[in-house]
């Protein structure tokens, strides 16, 4: 399992390791929502407004 | 986080039991379940951005950039009231100009915000950005409303032609459906005011920019008339077709006389 090997690799107490992911889920989120959905909504096409010569 | 989708060998997934076998094995339908919940986490995450995220982040994004013109007046921002007695002051009438060309002002630079409009059918508070270009990276998703490079600015002769999202990043064209025949379309610029007013609405392809022609609908014609053309979005949360708006023209004054009377009035 991915998510157990995961946390075995992990360091330190319980407590510490769900500190640690969180902060790299936290991480992992801003960096989706900054600048990974931005560009597939772009590539995705589906807001389009705008009329344009194809 | 406890792992995911026990398989029929494996019961659970908590590590002391793996302290047994030597480490944790990897179990190819294990691990495909996993992936999948990824991805089912990582596309309710996107819906939730673009349908939520988008919508907060842009909303705050365009009120900065309307805070930001050191000509907007903060009372219309605030929502000017339709208490007449109480009101702003109004543009008289001889201020009002039809036939003469209004200032001239410098033709934007890419991403420059020009003009904010307002549309009192979509509440007295509706005060937007319009900047110049159409592009989403750069114009609409974070700036709200873009004017179409080449296409004529406000006042002027010819197809004043903007577009905005319907949906989400601040939704500023989401009650388009809602305007009516006569319904006013202000736009102020640093130097003078703008009242247009909606004549007719159509539904059309994406690839119809005759829309935005200098004359719409009529490529080719040399323009007599200032227009206003919107576009938006069709169906909603969808880019199969675009909702159109054309507007003609009222009047402009220049600013510092008060406000048009339009943007007091409460539509019917």
Known sequence: MISTLI???LPGPALVRVLILLVVIAAVVFALFEYVFPWVSEALNVQETTVEET | MSAPAPTSQAAGGRPPAHAVDGGARLSVIGVL???????????????LWQLFYTDIQGERAQQEVVDSLEWVDSDVVAGVSADASNGPETIPDDLKYLDVDPPVMDYPDFTETFATMMVPRWG????????????????????????????????????????????TYGKPFNAVADLQVGDSLIIQTEDAWFVYHVE?????????VEVIAPTPNEPGVAPTERSITMTTCHPMFSA?????????????????HGVPEELVEVPA
């Open chain 1, 7 to 9: 946390w075995n690799a």
């Open chain 2, 33 to 47: 379940g996993e992936l999948l919940i990824l991805a089912g986490v990582l596309l309710g995450l996107f819906v």
């Open chain 2, 124 to 167: 007295e508070d509706y005060v937007k950005p319009v900047s110049e270009g159409v592009t989403r990276a750069d114009v609409l998703d974070p700036l709200g409303i873009g004017h179409y490079p080449g296409t004529a600015l406000p006042g002027e002769i010819g197809n004043f032609a903007i577009s905005g999202h319907r949906t």
């Open chain 2, 200 to 208: 007719s609405w159509e539904i059309v392809q994406p690839t119809q």
């Open chain 2, 240 to 256: 199969a077709e675009r909702w159109v708006v054309h507007g003609a023209f009222d009047y402009w004054a220049p600013t510092g």
